[in-house]
């Protein structure tokens, strides 16, 4: 028989948890600009939601990859250990860059929404004038049809 040492595999698996707990690391940061510029319970709820469901997934593929579905103790460490790095590492930068673009994203959305806005009255404000301009045509007269026969 030939002696398989799983140390290698096992390095490699470590490797692979750390990557996704720095992807997880970036899902969360991602989810975290969108509900601080939403400002909806329902949207964060959703988002929590999904997050959850996200991690599990990755906690289950990795889990499966190379320890044949037994959750061990050194896939949950690296996988913190990912998170870790990435918020002590790139995370600040990745979430202040994100912090700009949100800025800028919703500054550019509230000049969108203001013109859809404006757009909309001055569509209503054109259809209230065709239609007192209708009724006007309807009665020509101050005294309306009574005089005309």
Same mark, same amino acid.
């Given at each position: 028989?030939?002696?398989?040492? =799983? +140390? =290698?595999?096992?390095? +490699? ?30 949207? @964060?709820?959703? &988002?929590?939601?999904? /997050? ?7 906690? /289950? ?15 949950? +460490?690296? &996988? ?8 002590? +590492? ?32 001055? @569509? ?9 301009? @209708? ?15």
């Amino acid at each position: 028989m030939i002696a398989v040492n =799983p +140390l =290698p595999d096992q390095l +490699l698996v470590i490797r692979y948890a750390a990557a996704a707990g720095a992807g997880l690391g970036v899902l969360y940061d991602v989810f975290r600009i969108l509900r601080w510029n939403s400002g909806s319970w329902c949207l @964060e709820l959703v &988002l929590d939601f999904l /997050f959850s469901m996200v991690s599990a997934a990755v906690l /289950f593929v990795v889990a499966t990859s190379a320890t044949q579905l037994q959750l061990r103790g050194f896939l949950v +460490l690296s &996988l913190a250990a990912g998170w870790v790095v990435w918020n002590v +590492l790139p995370g600040r930068a990745f979430r202040w860059f994100l912090g700009k673009t949100g800025k800028i994203l919703h500054r550019i959305w509230c000049v969108f929404r203001k013109r859809i806005h404006r757009h909309g009255t001055d @569509e209503k404000k054109s259809m209230d004038f065709r239609k007192k301009h @209708e009724k006007t045509k309807k009665n020509p007269s101050i005294f309306g049809n009574a005089g005309i026969k």
